[in-house]
């Protein structure tokens, strides 16, 4: 099935452990990104990349960790979980930078809460 | 300091009447936009997109238009059904590699 899968989809952490949240696509796209959302503030981008081995920061990256070994995969790692990260996390591909412009294809979202 | 407003933040409405969302960016230096879809518990879905050199886009009961002079975008949604219940979020692209999302509108329309 083509589309943009998250896992897991339900996460409670403690305060200061660390996880990842696994982001995979198999439409080949170039750009993927990773968007947090919060009640009344929309989604801010965490972090993002252009293409295998290249990544950037967004508007919120301060304890996240993003890697891009492959196209298909887009791993965030919470360093040290803090309650201020209860969040619902997204992630989204489409096939070129940017993805306004290029339909853009999202996941069903992680709901992390961390205690 | 770009930033997106989207007004109304909520509204309920009975079935059949027509509406209007609107999304508004504090700099008007927007390269295109569009307008998502989101239902409880799911991702994005998109709906509308409005290149840079369009001034409007229709889709079936749905029209999205853009004033990139003043900044401004509105989503008209025409014959309102149940099932258009959900958020709408606009989102624009303000460099060649960021998108600014809204805080959406959510929408219940009362059968």
């Known amino acids: 099935n083509a589309g943009v899968t998250q896992t897991p989809k339900f996460q409670v952490l403690k305060t200061g452990q660390s996880m990842t949240l696994q982001c995979a696509q198999d439409?080949?796209?170039?750009?993927m990104s990773w968007y947090r959302q919060d009640p009344g503030m929309g989604l801010r981008l965490i972090h993002y990349s252009v293409g295998a081995g290249i990544t950037d920061q967004g508007e919120v990256p301060n304890g996240y960790n993003v890697s891009r070994s492959t196209t298909e995969d887009f791993p965030l790692r919470l360093l040290s979980a803090a309650p201020s990260q209860t969040s619902v996390y997204f992630c989204?591909?489409?096939?070129?930078?940017?993805?306004?412009?290029?339909?853009?294809?999202f996941g069903q979202g992680t709901r992390l809460t961390v205690v | 300091k770009q930033e997106v407003t989207q007004i109304p933040a909520a509204l309920s409405v009975p079935e059949g009447e027509n509406l209007v969302l609107n999304c508004s960016f504090t700099d008007s230096a927007i390269y295109n936009l569009q307008w998502f879809r989101q239902d409880p518990g799911k991702g994005l879905t998109s709906l509308l997109l409005?290149?840079?050199?369009?001034r409007e886009q229709t889709s079936g009961r749905l029209n999205a238009s853009l004033d990139k002079s003043s900044g401004r975008s509105t989503l008209y949604i025409a014959a309102s059904q149940p099932g258009d219940s959900a958020t709408y979020l606009c989102a624009g692209k303000t460099s060649y590699d960021k998108v600014i999302f809204g805080p959406g509108t959510s929408l219940s329309v009362i059968p």
């Open positions: 439409m080949n796209h170039e750009y």
């Open positions: 409005i290149q840079s050199s369009q």
């Open positions: 989204a591909s489409s096939l070129v930078t940017g993805f306004v412009g290029t339909e853009a294809f």
